[in-house]
């Protein structure tokens, strides 16, 4: 791996003149007067021997400039002063950071004085309706999960009938998505049984009690391969479950496959190969959250678990027609899940229907001490609340220009059409992307050791916007500028408090860069629906543009479903899923199915 260290020792002038300028400080110097205190500048020399020549390129790289005394006097004092903070990495004394182990600081998103989300539990169901059970077994597959529940709770349906409909489904059809990495059969046929058992006894834990489910293979389970989608992880065995696993355990639910992930949360291609979008096979499922987002699309689970650091979620929800609900940053428990970036993690649920989203995430919620940024938090939700009169923010630019399209601005009006108030917002023309400067440190701090040992390599994806190149140019960002990126990170949060006084939730194009980077470094929650269908002539993708493997052209339009994307305050998920559940319901998409899935 290329470094900041090794940049300077493979530099080509490093050796030149070095002798003559780098004079031991410390070799002659006289002992020190009793009582005098420490200074810095007066360590041992250690590392490379740099010159002049050596900070002039390494500043292109900072962009940052020095006058050539000052770059004299850097080199004169670079191996007394700097080098000695790189010794947990560099020697003798490596300290090795265990993966489970947390930085010091936390991000929290409520700021002070803020409003501190809902002050208590309230969870309301919609009424059950009377909904025969189906015949055919794809409408029961189909069916969203606040149905299933109904039907396994009044024992119409079996949990080991359904378990055996959605396996039955894998193994033909997810050929074509590779959207299962592990499948794990016996053991969910076992935990249905165990279901069928409890029900009869009338021990009936919830709406999820018997319902089979898939999650993102970054979330570990005792027993179960969990690969975090990379070749060299392919064996990895954990001896305990994610605290979100555990929860679900206890609500009954059927853990029936591990679903697949861009290699380590990037993107849709794992070792297997690349996750398809069942609407559109020649195009990817989006990531890193593809396997989540297809499965469920395809009907091969009853609900799935997703994560996100930036757009996991909501991309591929966008574009397989799902909904994904990305929970307020510390809602959910990460234990047991792979970090990627610990302020910016996030786990949720993706779903066919907004309620459903909902009941997930009434089961996941809660803090664990495996993971210091959780935290406890309320869930106040009644599927039957009035949205008449709730004011939805919108900046009137980005619902006018790509990627906006007709779907966001139609849902706008419906929006309107049911009673609430499109209030236009503003938010201030900064450099947004400089947040990501966090994102791309803490993911090289994450990363690490696949990078310095040479795992990355045997990753498949190798282009220049894959993690193994952009993690090992982290390398070179500056501290200065990760501390500055996290002080503009509380700026940009006091701006979202601000909107956030004046509306109850923002309607935004669910792929609007600076949204997606803004609301994940914030915190805020977001939830992502279908509402309505787009017309694509070319195959999408999440890569950038490569001309030596340009994407399938389409000679007729394609129809694919296309969402739109709802921000809610931090810790508001129940606002954020009654507006969701409004809009579901006048758009009326949500049962549509991939043709190619559908039976």
Known sequence: MKS????????????????????????????????????????????????????????????????????????????????????????????ALEASLAPATQWNPRLPGSRPGPLRDRFIRSKAPSTPLPTSDADIAFAPVS???????????????????????????????????????????????????????????????????????????????????AEFYKNRIPAQDAAVVAKLNRAGAVLIAKLSLGALALNDIWFGGQTMNPWVLEEGASGSSAGPGAATAAGLVAFSIGSETGGSIVSPAMRCGVTGLRPTFGRVARTGAMTLCWSLDKLGPMTRSVEDAMLVLQAISGPDAGDVGSVPSHLDFDAARPVKGLKVGYIPAWMQEEPATEVDRKALEQLRSLGMAPTPVQLPDWPYQSL?????????AAFEDIMQDGRAKQLKVQVPDAWPNMLRQARFLSAVDLVQADRLRRKVAVEMARIFSQVDVMLVPSLRDEMLTISNHTGHPSLTLCTGSVQISEARSDWAPDPAHPLPKFATSRTVPHGVTLIGRLFDEGTLASIGMALEKVAGVAAQRPSGFSA
Do not use: C
């Open 4 to 95: 900041r260290r090794n940049f300077l020792i493979a530099s080509p002038l490093t050796v030149i003149a070095a002798t003559a300028l780098q004079p031991s400080l410390a070799a002659d110097s006289p002992a020190p007067t009793p009582g005098a205190p420490p200074t810095f500048g007066t360590l041992p020399a250690v590392g490379p021997e740099v010159s002049p020549a050596t900070f002039a390129e390494a500043e292109k790289l900072v962009q940052v400039s020095m006058s050539g005394p000052e770059r004299d006097m850097a080199a004169l004092s670079w191996r007394t002063s700097i080098p000695a903070m790189l010794e947990r990495r560099t020697g003798p004394r490596t300290v």
């Open 436 to 444: 990501n400067t966090i994102l791309f440190a803490e993911g090289a």
């Open 147 to 229: 149905q299933l529940s109904r039907w396994v709770e009044s024992r119409q349906l079996g949990s080991e009938r359904l378990t055996r409909i959605y396996l039955a489904r894998i193994a033909r059809l997810d050929p074509q998505l590779r959207s299962v990495i592990t499948l794990t059969a016996d053991h969910a046929l076992a935990q249905a049984r165990q279901a069928d058992k409890e029900i009869a006894a009338g021990k009936y834990r919830g709406p999820l009690h018997g319902i089979p489910y898939g999650v993102k293979d970054l979330l570990d389970t005792a027993g179960i391969a969990t690969t975090w989608g």
